[in-house]
């Protein structure tokens, strides 16, 4: 990769690699865990089935959407799609808990009229816990990489690991011991499941309706734009606010009215840059004026 030294390539590779057996494996636990739901019948087991799917689906949706960003048609979209991403984050997060409300108000119905029938047999529990092993081996691999990439898909197996015991605990016990484990089992992991995707869901929705963007990110551009240059006399009025993940600065600053044009534009022009350079900035407008009227 360019400006990439060959340590950073090798790097970069391994996360690549962890990447995709991670969604290889999710894959084949999708299969496994439809497999294992249909042997059983037990809704606990049907819950780990969901999440596999879902998980499935929301990397299916958020690979298409980066696909999309990247072949961009610059003529039809001349700032590009970099919002999609946030739009395919918020249908995942909504799809997941919506997948998994359906699946409690079923088990609420099964409950209420008694139709529990969880079959917890050996290749059932084979299957389940077979899939939780090898999990927990590449949730350990990604722990030991330690990279950010690999440490967010260790947390999602982490999670997905709980759940799965979660539910062979609950099925087990519904098969042997008391039916209606099952079903509370399944209500149990699919509304943890549903209260986080709905609450990561509401956590995004202000990021594409203009929510003011963090008191450190405001005083981060405040103190560049201070620092930048003696002539600007005034800060008129700075707006840092969402529009996606990355925010829009709006700057209007105050120089004397004698200046040549050219002067004003180039300090205006250097300012622009700079604020672009932060990370957590997308766009910058940077407006000179000759009088602080608060933009009136």
């Not at 958020?62 to 039809?76: A, P, Q, R, S, V």
């Not at 739009?87 to 909504?94: A, E, M, P, R, Y």
Request: hydrophobic share 45%.
């Amino acid at each position: 990769m360019e400006g990439l030294t060959k340590p950073e390539e090798d790097e970069k590779a391994m996360d690549r690699l962890l990447a995709n057996l991670s969604v290889a494996l999710n894959v084949t636990l999708l299969f496994t865990n439809l497999f294992a739901s249909i042997l059983s019948g037990s809704l606990s087991i049907v819950s780990t089935f969901v999440d596999s799917f879902m998980d499935v689906t929301s990397s299916l949706i958020i690979g298409i959407c980066l696909k999309m960003i990247k072949n961009t048609n610059m003529f039809n979209y001349p700032r590009g799609r970099n919002r999609l991403e946030l739009v395919g984050v918020i249908i995942c997060s909504i799809l997941m808990g919506i997948a998994n409300t359906l699946l409690v108000m079923e088990s609420i119905r099964s409950i209420i009229e008694g139709d529990i029938n969880p079959v917890m047999d050996v290749p059932t529990l084979s299957i389940m816990l077979g899939g939780s092993a090898v999990k927990v081996v590449l949730c350990l691999v990604c722990y030991r990489r330690g990279s950010s990439s690999t440490t967010v898909l260790a947390m999602d197996m982490r999670n997905d690991i709980c759940t799965s015991i979660v539910a062979i605990v609950c099925a087990t016990i519904g098969d042997r011991y008391w039916p209606y484990a099952d079903p509370l089992g399944a209500i149990l992991v699919c509304g943890v499941i549903a209260k986080s995707w709905y609450g990561h869901a509401l956590e995004q929705v202000p990021h594409l309706v203009g929510k003011r963007a963090e008191r450190e990110s405001l005083s981060r551009i405040l103190k560049i734009v201070i620092e930048h240059d003696p002539r600007i006399k005034y800060v008129d009025h700075v707006m840092v606010y969402h529009t996606a993940l990355e925010a829009l600065a709006e700057v209007h600053i105050v120089m004397d009215e004698k200046l040549p044009l050219k002067v004003t534009h180039d300090i205006a022009q250097g300012l622009e840059q700079k604020l672009m350079l932060l990370n957590f900035v997308e766009r910058c407008f940077v407006h000179c004026d000759y009088e602080c009227d608060g933009d009136k």
